[in-house]
């Protein structure tokens, strides 16, 4: 059974770093795109990062880029994202997802989620 499952969500005052941890389990990272999504109550699903671990490619949103990065451990089949200079705007729940075989940062391309994480940015 396929299953994602975040964590390293928490409290970080403005400015702070958190990273976020996406676990895998029932398919292999080689195989599949995954990307991290966040949400705020009200607003649509933003897609923050995807990653390729076949081809090593990565993208980063605009928004985000020059503070977030994002890294895979195909051993542990775990990816990674580093999420630095933290803004109240960052303030979201974190989910990741997965896509075999298609490179995209469309919510809709994304059949697997993970449960998310949330991340608070307040003083």
């Known amino acids: 059974q396929l299953q994602l499952v975040e964590s390293g969500g928490g409290l970080v005052q403005p400015g702070g770093s958190l990273r976020l941890s996406c676990t895998v389990s029932?398919?292999?990272?080689?195989?599949?795109?995954i990307a991290w999504f966040r949400q705020t109550p009200g607003k649509e699903r933003e897609g923050v990062s995807c990653i390729s671990r076949r081809s090593g490619r990565t993208y980063i949103a605009e928004s985000v880029k020059g503070r977030f990065t994002i890294s895979g451990d195909n051993a542990k089949n775990t990816v990674y994202l580093q999420m630095n200079s933290l803004k109240a705007d960052d303030t979201a729940v974190y989910y990741c997802?997965?896509?075999?075989?298609?490179?995209?940062?469309?919510?809709?391309?994304?059949?697997?989620w993970g449960r998310g994480t949330q991340v608070t940015v307040s003083s």
């Open positions: 029932g398919f292999t990272l080689d195989y599949y795109t």
């Open positions: 997802a997965a896509v075999q075989g298609r490179w995209s940062l469309v919510t809709s391309d994304y059949p697997y």
